[in-house]
């Protein structure tokens, strides 16, 4: 597709409003989120995607259309998946989407695992994969909601080139629509506000003609927000650069809506293709009722509607934190909780993150008009940071005392962390939210806990087994009898079988590391060497 990077843009939605199962309660809105992202996504002007819809199938059609979606993919492609159905857990608190034939109490013969969807994003290719999921996982059914028991999403979809907006977060509802006594479907309030900001480019929120993922979450986080949604999207990401999922009128010329469902036009191609500083020159489009009452709720000047000047900095999501941690092996193998101590940056009470003194004025930066980026860099689709407000979008003349215009003051947190049993040299555990706040009052980044496990003086890991070398007489070897030997329990007593040859290695049972996912324990092989008369 001119003016997007190379590569397939391919999306997959899969809707499922309709079940057999009378613990699973009927939704209106699935089929219409289908139909309705499926349009903005295959608008050659605004998305420029394939699209695939699967509508109300059964468990195996669901699996097998994602293994074909994501099998035989280049690097440079960019996949989308959007699933609007019920989440459901099993007692072990995995998670699984529902489909028209799915049993809750029979979920994994009977439902779509996430650990199924995992296996299939780690085996794809493709750099970059966008999951959307319209479905939560609270703890009962209740008007208009869609949904059973939490879960924690990035533990079982997370992984690198990927980014996952969700609906919800762990603890609240997907609310279908506003007036759910109505016949007519109608899109959930999370897929509407999806297809509202693509559609309208409203989601464009530096008005360079792009809308990315992190643009499309903001837009849908305060959408949901201002129209009063019980509910708060959450955004895990892992992505090599920004990615562009949609174009806006700024990037392409009036009408390109209107055109066939094929290849652009002449005219769109060349719009899209032209150099930046060309394409800057094209008055941005009239912003949308929403972007107009939000921009006046910021303080930034709407055409019609009152304009007070800026009350601070442009709200930005903090930088992630890695923290590098050490555990002995018994840690890592059975799991432990442990009290850690982060630097970290919190929103300055004194001026509540707008960087200015109490009282004093704070002005739109004219090098930027606001936008805090002074456009895209040629020949990519990225924008740099404005270089006389950094970024902040505005000019403070009096900044805060407390944290010297930042927004922010340094803190010491300690956060408590649980470390699974079954986590290797290298995990990393993140911890959403738990990093420093945005510049502005925006979003905490996220806290990566990176796992250094210690080498054990007699045990050695591969994978979840350990290997244990002893040295014993002949004469124990040729008559049998008993040693200790370590684990991770404490000294056992083994067997040793007379008769036994140098070399031979025996099992212990149940004696590994846990596994990390699912239940039990590796096992510890002890290998025996004897020694010579």
Known sequence: MPGFPAGRRDALLIATGMYESPALKPLRSPRQDCEGLAEVLRDPGIGGFQVQQLVDAKSYEVKRALEQFFRNRGREDLLLLHLSCHGIKDDEGHLYFATQDTDKDLPASTAVPAAFLHDQMARCRARTIVVLLDCCYSGAFLPGAKGDDY????????????AILTATNRTEYAWEGDHLEASAPQPSRFTGALIEGLRSGDADTDHDGRITVTELYDYVYEYLHHSGARQRPRLWADLEYRVTLARTAAGRPAGSRTAAAGAPSAAESASWDAPAAERERTPPPAPGLFARLKDAFNGVDGGDLPSPPPHGQLARRGQDALVKLEFPLTETALGTVRDVQVDTAVVCDRCQGAGAAVGTPVHRCGHCDGTGTSGPEPGRDTSLLCHACHGSGVRIPTPCHACAGDGRVGVRRTLTIKVPGGVDHGTRIQLAGEGEAGPGGGPPADLYIEVVELPHPELE??????????????????????ISVTTLDGSKSVRIPAGLRSGQTLRLVGHGTMHLRGGGRGDLLLHLDVDEE
């Open 151 to 162: 879960v924690q999403v990035k533990e079982e979809l997370a992984g690198h080139g990927r």
């Open 461 to 482: 890991r591969r994978g979840d087994d350990l290997h244990l070398t002893r040295r014993i007489p002949r004469s124990l070897a040729r008559g049998g009898g008993t």
